[in-house]
Every structure is written in structure tokens, then in C-alpha cells.
């Protein structure tokens, strides 16, 4: 049995806390801490666990084998390297830092104190992520010619540290990432600072793989509703995933000829048939800290590294620079 215990139970820290009670099978939570006492303490006291205000004493005292890190992301660097620098393997929520000097550093040390370092892009463990990267693996979508994300969100006040591209647009940027397995070799953004933040709250953004295939990102706090939607074109259809029911469509394209002339004004001409996949749902979140618990015990790396992590950070960067440079960046594959 591992010991865990989570650092940071604020909206997406008190999530770790309940999944690693649910999934308690190979894993037993051993403390959680915040730097905000009155957090901790509900949190510990809701779920029967050691709770602590200092996460040094909850480490000396608690002695966890892996730690999930969900502070705000100018602590990740700081408090990452303490874990890392005792030993203690850790899950960095996303995005890995807010830099890439600091997402270098964790890299590093992780790698000198042999502890494993897994990042928190956690739609790669979305069923139907997983079950469109299967598809398209298998050639469902003939050859891919452009990804299409769409994450549109209210403004989330708490977050103060990072702008919509660095909190919002790292899931869409890894997710890419996953699914074409190459690397991001141009790109061009435009963002806005429009309602709320003292960040840019809105982002449109442009770039191509090396194969040449296109990927559009479309990234806001500024929609009064929450969008989630995925959309990859290729020779012999398009996929569409809705990330947040976790459903997945396959639109193909016709191929035989209708019998029915007068459809084809109805339909659209080159409309084919449509597919509703079967997914089955689960919580990605459980997904995503089985497979890092899973990863610790058999000593294998977990499924988002701290590599990717800072690739996705860096293409992020690289987007907020364009933004506000007004200008295409052309990309060294590290
Ligand atoms: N994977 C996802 O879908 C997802 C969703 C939301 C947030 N996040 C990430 O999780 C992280 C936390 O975001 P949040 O929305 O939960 O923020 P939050 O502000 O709700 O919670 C952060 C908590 O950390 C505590 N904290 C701050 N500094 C600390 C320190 N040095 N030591 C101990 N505790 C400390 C705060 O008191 C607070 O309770 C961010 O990196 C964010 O990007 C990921």
C-alpha cells in the first residue's frame, strides 16, 4: 500500500482528496495541507484525515510516498522542488510552471533525486479522448488535415496567477500534442485582455504540425457558458467529442451515391452517415491518479511526463509571445 497525501486543497485540490479516498485500493491517504487553516481543516475533517497548515510537517510526520501538488501555479515551482528534494514522488497539477526556467528546474531535480514527476493534463484520461485517440490510431479518420478546440468559460476569479493561455489552453495544446504524437513547429496567436483580467482572457490561436497538419485553438473566460469541444477533419470524416458528457460523434463522408436526388438539397451534398460511439464514462481525475499511483509502484513513467508538461508549457509561452508581439513564431523542436 502507497501513502498519499495532496498539497493545496482549494476547488481542484479537495477533487484529489476525495478520488484517493475512492480509489483507496492501492493507495491510503495519509494528510493533506494548506496554507489556509480554515481549508485544510474542512477538508481533513470532511474525509477523517491529518490535516496541516505547514506541508514540510505533514511531510515529516505523514511520510507519503507520492504527493498530488494542487497549488495556485506560482507555487508549483517552490513547493515541487521541496517534494522532489525529499524523495517524494509528485503529481503537478497543470500547467507544470509558470515559466520555463521553473518547469526546467523540477525536470532536473527530478531526474538527479530519481523521483517521478507526472503533470495533471487531465483530458488525456477523458474515455472519449481515449476512445477517439484509438479510433484515429486505427485509421478511422483517414489522414488528419486540422484539430479544432473549443474551450469557452465564465471568468474564474479565483485564479490570479496565470492568463487564459497558460490555465485554460495547456488541456487543448497537450491534447493535441496526444493525439498527433509530433511536435508543434509554428504557430500564431491573437489575445485580448477583454472583460476581467489583468491577464488575456481571450485567445484565438494557429499552428501546424510537422506533418503539416493544422490545429485551431479557440480559448475564453469571457462566454456565459462552459464549452468543451473537440473536432478532428480528415480524408474519410470528422470527429466530434464534447469533453465535458463525454461524447463522441463520427460525421462520415458519403461515398455512395444517393438514390434520391432531391435528398442531396435536403442533406447537403457530401453528407454521409453519422456514428454515436459508445463510451464508457468514468472520472478522469481517477483515471489520472490510478495510472500516476500505478506508475510509482511498477516504476514506470506516468502517461503526461514532466517533458510534456514543459513542451506544452513552452508551445503556451510561445503563444502568449505571439499575442502580444503580433507575430508568427517559427519552432525549435527541442
Ligand atoms: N486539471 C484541471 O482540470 C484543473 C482544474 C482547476 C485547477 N487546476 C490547477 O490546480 C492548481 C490549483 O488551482 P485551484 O483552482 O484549485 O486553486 P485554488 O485557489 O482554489 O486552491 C489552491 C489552494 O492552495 C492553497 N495554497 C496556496 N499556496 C500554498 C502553499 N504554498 N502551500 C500549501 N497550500 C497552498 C490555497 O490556500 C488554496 O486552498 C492550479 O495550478 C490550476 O491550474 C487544474
Known amino acids: 500500500m502507497l501513502k498519499a497525501a495532496v498539497i493545496g486543497v482549494g476547488s481542484m485540490g479537495r477533487n484529489h482528496v476525495r478520488v484517493y479516498r ?37 511531510l515529516e510526520e505523514c511520510r507519503p510516498d507520492l504527493v498530488s501538488l494542487a497549488v495556485p501555479t506560482n507555487f508549483h515551482c ?13 503529481l503537478i497539477e497543470k500547467p507544470l510552471a509558470l515559466t520555463l526556467d521553473e518547469g526546467r528546474r523540477l525536470i532536473e531535480l527530478a531526474d538527479r533525486h530519481k523521483v517521478l514527476l507526472a503533470v495533471g493534463h487531465i483530458e488525456r484520461f477523458n474515455p472519449a479522448v481515449r476512445e477517439l485517440h484509438r479510433r484515429l490510431r486505427e485509421g478511422m479518420a483517414g489522414r488528419i488535415y486540422r484539430l479544432h478546440a473549443q474551450r469557452l468559460s465564465p471568468y474564474p476569479a479565483r485564479i490570479r496567477d496565470a492568463g487564459v493561455v497558460l490555465d485554460l489552453a495547456t488541456h487543448d495544446i497537450d491534447l493535441f500534442r496526444y493525439l498527433m504524437n509530433e511536435e508543434i ?42 464549452v468543451r469541444r473537440l473536432t478532428v477533419t480528415g480524408t474519410r470524416g470528422m470527429f466530434v467529442c464534447d469533453l465535458l458528457s463525454q461524447e463522441l460523434w463520427f460525421y462520415e463522408n458519403e461515398t455512395a451515391p444517393s438514390q434520391w436526388d432531391a435528398l442531396s438539397v435536403l442533406r447537403g451534398v457530401t453528407e454521409g452517415n453519422t456514428l454515436g460511439i459508445r463510451i464508457e464514462r468514468y472520472e478522469p481525475l481517477a483515471a489520472q491518479l490510478r495510472d500516476f499511483v500505478e506508475a510509482v509502484r511498477d516504476q514506470r513513467p506516468p502517461t503526461v511526463t514532466g517533458r510534456d508538461g514543459l513542451e506544452t508549457l513552452r508551445v503556451a509561452l510561445d503563444f502568449v509571445c505571439s499575442g502580444s508581439e503580433v507575430r508568427i513564431i517559427n519552432r525549435e523542436i527541442e
Open 22 to 58: 475512492e480509489i483507496g485500493d492501492s493507495v491510503e491517504l495519509v494528510g493533506i495541507a494548506d496554507k489556509n487553516p480554515q481549508a485544510a481543516a474542512k477538508i481533513g475533517t470532511t474525509f477523517g484525515v491529518p490535516y496541516y497548515e505547514d506541508y514540510l510537517q505533514m
Open 78 to 90: 517552490e513547493v515541487g522542488a521541496a517534494l522532489i528534494e525529499r524523495g517524494v514522488h509528485v
Open 185 to 226: 513547429v509554428r504557430l500564431y496567436g491573437e489575445t485580448q485582455q477583454s472583460i476581467n483580467s489583468d491577464r488575456e482572457d481571450m485567445f484565438n490561436g494557429l499552428l501546424r504540425f510537422q506533418s503539416g497538419v493544422v490545429g485551431v485553438l479557440d480559448v475564453n473566460w469571457i462566454t456565459p457558458t462552459k
